[in-house]
């Protein structure tokens, strides 16, 4: 090899990267310490490529209140990626769509706790709606499934 060093310092250079390429989407996540569908919601993240913290709080309308959700958009955390709130159990595929699309948008959010999304057991007894949040106007729908 005519450049050993440069090789080297390039394999290097590679390698140092890689660990901060691997690392998760960074997740906040004000959460009911005792809900356990949030828990899951936070593993479905997780084996999707998010990394997860979570704040364990009691006082979650406030949360939701100091974040901009309407009470009608409530769910049963409130989470922050990527500079957008993520209200309620969405799936994780719907968060990456989000940060893809990059609308101008405060967030989205899945409202309640239906059956069927990510963190509840049980089938859907039918399509679920994500909403846009998005101040002083009706709710948009951002996606189905």
Sequence with gaps: MRYPKLALLTALAIGV???AMAAGIPVTLY???SCGCCDAWAKDLAANGF???TVNTEDLASVAQRYGVPES???CHTAIVGGYVVEGLVPARYVKSLLAQHPATKGIALPGMPT???GMPGA???P???YYLESGSAP???ATF
């Design 17 to 19: 990267q890689l660990p």
């Design 73 to 75: 958009l409530e769910g």
């Design 116 to 118: 069927g999304a990510p």
């Design 140 to 142: 948009r729908v951002f």
């Design 51 to 53: 990394t997860v913290k």
């Design 124 to 126: 859907r007894s039918g």
């Design 128 to 130: 679920l709606k994500i």
């Design 31 to 33: 959460k009911n310490p």
